[in-house]
């Protein structure tokens, strides 16, 4: 059974940074494209960044671009979201997705963190 | 950046009634390589991530029941409920992965009436 489990949400200032992280099994990690995807309360959902496989490709929103830092240990099963410069505006659960073999919807996603940027 | 418009924002259907929810792109989201829509539904309940039904705009995903059916080509898409339950009560999301920005639409509410 697939799992994927986020962790590191929680309070922080604007300006500030924060490092979620998603602990995975139950497929072969290193095969398989991963994403973050955000929901602000109450709103609806938003792909934030993506990476390959191997690591070697990564994408990003343009709302986080240039703030936001996707990587992966695929000897750990672990991906990762470094986030700086936090805003407001980046309060939000974050889903942690596993993309789908060959393209890039979504077929297994985690219970989500949340990250609620404040002063 | 391809938008995903949704309608309606939401509905309430009667119990064994069909829920119907449109998609549209502000694009072709066809690909002429292989002639598939890349288009999925997703569904997701209050308090949980979403989960996927449909991909290729029409390809059941394994263990969805088949009451749940997507059509369309091109840039119009349809979700249908063709018997609503209780335990489908929940928000309705199209996504578009033709290309980055991964795009999603802004949500459909389906309620009993």
Known sequence: ?119 | DIVMTQSPDSLAVSLGERATINCKSSQSILSSSNNKNFLAWYQQKPGQPPKLLIYWASTRESGVPDRFSGSGSGTDFTLTISSLQAEDVAIYYCQQYYNTPLTFGGGTKVEIK
Do not use: H
């Not at chain 1, 934030?48 to 929103?61: E, I, K, P």
């Not at chain 1, 830092?69 to 997705?97: F, G, H, P, W």
């Open chain 1, 1 to 119: 059974e697939v799992q994927l489990l986020e962790s590191g949400g929680g309070l922080v200032q604007p300006g500030g940074s924060l490092r979620l992280s998603c602990a995975t099994s139950g497929f072969t990690f290193r095969s398989y494209a991963m994403s973050w995807v955000r929901q602000a309360p109450g709103k609806g959902l938003e792909w934030v960044s993506g990476m390959s496989s191997g690591g070697g490709s990564t994408y990003y929103a343009d709302s986080v671009k240039g703030r936001f830092t996707i990587s992966r240990d695929n000897s750990k099963n672990m991906l990762y979201l470094q986030m700086d410069s936090l805003r407001a505006e980046d309060t939000a659960v974050y889903y942690c997705a596993k993309r789908a073999v060959t393209e890039y919807y979504f077929d297994s996603w985690g219970q989500g963190t949340l990250v609620t940027v404040s002063s």
